[in-house]
């Protein structure tokens, strides 16, 4: 398992198809890196669910491409509707965490400032606690080594 983990994470995918985990469940997280062109620079959104940051991500519902996924999840939990996929559709895999989950993240940029939280249902409040505009600097800092991977992965497509 450990070594189709470290091919997974060597590749660079385009493709979207779900991962397949040994039991054969599928358990892919997708989400985006948003990069917001501002004056002083790049700047990118990240999320705090108690002491975690993260970009935007969520697992994908039945039938949903990868992709797909990952733009629902960006509207579900910040608002944003606005994404453009300039860089193409290239992404990044991360190594498995809570429970074997794999993260995909894509990049996408962004005009929209405004943030707004969604309302779980499940949770009948915002899945988050907080969210920030942060420079890639800072999303570094704040975010676990698996985060801070796609943060550099990001940075240097953006070239910041």
Known sequence: ?????????????TCCAPLEVS????????GVVIARKTPSGWLTVMLRAYHNWDFPKG?????????????????????????????????????PYNKGKVARYYLAR?????????????LGRPEHHEYR??????????????????????RQIIGT
């Open 1 to 13: 398992m450990l070594q189709r983990v470290a091919r997974l994470m060597r590749r660079q995918p």
């Open 23 to 30: 039991d054969g469940a599928q358990k892919l997280s997708c």
């Open 59 to 95: 697992i994908s519902e039945t039938g949903e491409q990868p992709l797909e996924t990952a733009q629902r999840e960006v509207g579900e939990e910040t608002g944003i509707s606005e994404l453009h996929f300039d860089w193409g559709d290239r992404s990044i895999d991360t190594g």
């Open 110 to 122: 962004t005009e929209q400032e405004k943030v707004e939280m969604g309302i779980s249902p499940e």
């Open 133 to 154: 505009w942060v420079d890639f600097d800072e999303a570094h800092d704040l975010s676990s080594p698996r985060v801070r991977e796609v943060a550099r992965w990001a």
